[in-house]
């Protein structure tokens, strides 16, 4: 009767023990992913500020770009109305 106390006893102490390391190993994981998750979204959104930055920089140059070709145009149509 008394080993069957002790082992049962034992039993309990090391479910115990387990359930202590489980949730210290599932506090672990969690932190490691809550910080692996905030660094994927700072490199997301400086991927996008650098998508955005460079995509305003290039409608800026074909605005410039346009802008030339319809003064050049313009030119035309003056030089060809004084004709």
Same mark, same amino acid.
């Given at each position: 009767?008394?080993?069957?106390? $002790?082992? =049962?006893?034992?039993?309990? =102490?090391?479910? =115990?023990?387990? /359930?202590?390391?489980?949730?210290? !190993?599932?506090?672990?994981?969690?932190?490691?992913?809550?910080?692996? =998750?905030? /660094?994927?979204? *700072?490199?997301?959104?400086? #991927?996008?500020?650098?998508?955005?930055? %460079?995509?305003? %920089? !290039?409608?800026? #140059?074909? $605005?410039? #770009?346009?802008? !030339?070709?319809? *003064?050049?145009?313009?030119?035309?149509? !003056?030089?060809?109305?004084?004709?």
């Amino acid at each position: 009767m008394r080993k069957t106390i $002790l082992a =049962v006893a034992f039993m309990a =102490v090391a479910l =115990v023990s387990c /359930q202590e390391k489980t949730k210290e !190993k599932i506090e672990d994981a969690h932190e490691a992913v809550g910080t692996e =998750v905030e /660094q994927k979204m *700072d490199t997301v959104s400086q #991927k996008v500020e650098t998508a955005i930055d %460079s995509t305003q %920089s !290039k409608t800026g #140059k074909l $605005l410039e #770009k346009g802008a !030339k070709n319809l *003064d050049k145009a313009a030119e035309k149509l !003056k030089d060809a109305a004084k004709e």
